[in-house]
T-cell receptor, first 112, second 117 residues
Framework: QKEVEQNSGPLSVPEGAIASLNCTYS??????FFWYRQYSGKSPELIMS????GDKEDGRFTAQLNKASQYVSLLIRDSQPSDSATYLC????????????FGTGTRLQVTL | EPEVTQTPSHQVTQMGQEVILRCVPISNHLYFYWYRQILGQKVEFLVSFYNNEISEKSEIFDDQFSVERPDGSNFTLKIRSTKLEDSAMYFC???????????????FGQGTRLTVV
């Protein structure tokens, strides 16, 4: 059973701070990783994908991947109240082209 | 901006009844998916579909589920005999290319909340 684990939170950070969200996965040969944002009652929305070890930056978001440790993280710089949502980590299952396994998500609260 | 459209937004059905959830994928997309999310739980893959065939399916997608592309625009999920545990948010998604390894984004619809009573 391939698993994706996240701390459910809530993670509370003050406005303007850096939010750090973490995810571990069990399938050692997974190659593709995704961070989705989900507002309450809404659909998942892709923030970033990452495929190689290291960092990938997009605006205020940085995804970090460490395949040796089976660990992927998302940093949100200059956190805004509008970033308050649940952040879902998803892993593309090995041997499939399209089957994503999601974690339970980490709820982020950005406080004023 | 193109989007995946799902109808209805909320469906209430009695246990044992058949339901059909409808989706209109983004027009130039060729790959379609259904996911579900039971309240407070993970988003779970159900099935992917391409060229009028199921490409992949999960163990959740048993004989009570079926998918169809009845015309050039709609993609449907049918649940033949609903159970209480089928109550969930069902998300349709579509992508332009098959492999999500190639910087291809799967765009999700806003979901249909299915309540089985």
């Amino acid at each position: 059973q391939k698993e994706v684990e996240q701390n459910s939170g809530p993670l509370s950070v003050p406005e303007g701070a850096i939010a750090s969200l973490n995810c571990t996965y069990s399938d050692r040969v997974s190659q593709s990783f995704f961070w989705y944002r989900q507002y309450s009652g809404k659909s998942p929305e892709l923030i970033m994908s990452i495929y190689s070890n290291g960092d990938k930056e997009d605006g205020r978001f940085t995804a970090q991947l460490n395949k040796a440790s089976q660990y992927v993280s998302l940093l949100i710089r200059d956190s805004q109240p509008s970033d308050s949502a649940t952040y879902l980590c998803a892993v593309l299952n090995t041997g499939t082209a399209s089957k994503l396994t999601f974690g339970t998500g980490t709820r982020l609260q950005v406080t004023l | 901006e193109p989007e995946v459209t799902q109808t209805p937004s909320h469906q209430v059905t009695q246990m044992g009844q058949e339901v059909i959830l409808r989706c209109v994928p983004i027009s130039n997309h060729l790959y379609f998916y259904w996911y579900r999310q039971i309240l407070g739980q993970k988003v779970e893959f159900l099935v992917s579909f391409y060229n009028n065939e199921i490409s992949e399916k999960s163990e959740i997608f048993d004989d009570q589920f079926s998918v169809e592309r009845p015309d050039g625009s709609n993609f449907t999920l049918k649940i033949r005999s609903t159970k209480l545990e089928d109550s969930a948010m069902y998300f349709c998604a579509s992508s332009e290319f098959r492999s999500l390894m190639m910087d291809t984004e799967a765009f999700f619809g806003q979901g249909t909340r299915l309540t089985v009573v």
